[in-house]
Nanobody
Framework: QVQVVESGGGLVQAGGSLRLTCAAS????????IGWYRQAPGAQRDSVAT???????NYADSVKGRFTISRDNAKNTVYLQMNSLKPEDTAVYYC?????????????????WGQGTQVTVSS
């Protein structure tokens, strides 16, 4: 059974920092593309930062220079370091991982979402 679990959310004052962790577990052969997304109340889910298997990254314009995505392939883990947080960063943050997993029928690719972690930035 494959799981993708986020952690590290919480309440922080504006200007503060948080580090989110996304850990994948199970019969994982490789983590391909993986990203962080966020959804504020009443809004759509938007991409925040992504990283591919080669380590190339992309960021939303609103977080460039403040957020950093990184990955530890040995631990099947991706991090999102968030600095200089603003009230508008308040949202539920989700991890989405494109994984190649081992199945009875051989390697298969699937996309998994975590359950989300709440980030609240007070002014």
């Amino acid at each position: 059974q494959v799981q993708v679990v986020e952690s590290g959310g919480g309440l922080v004052q504006a200007g503060g920092s948080l580090r989110l962790t996304c850990a994948a577990s199970g019969s994982i052969l490789s983590i391909n593309h993986i990203g962080w997304y966020r959804q504020a109340p009443g809004a759509q889910r938007d991409s925040v930062a992504t990283i591919n298997s080669g380590g190339s990254t992309n960021y939303a314009d609103s977080v460039k220079g403040r957020f950093t995505i990184s990955r530890d392939n040995a631990k099947n883990t991706v991090y999102l370091q968030m600095n200089s947080l603003k009230p508008e960063d308040t949202a539920v943050y989700y991890c989405n991982a494109d994984l190649t997993i081992s199945t009875t029928w051989g390697p298969k690719g699937y996309s998994y979402w975590g359950q989300g972690t709440q980030v609240t930035v007070s002014s």
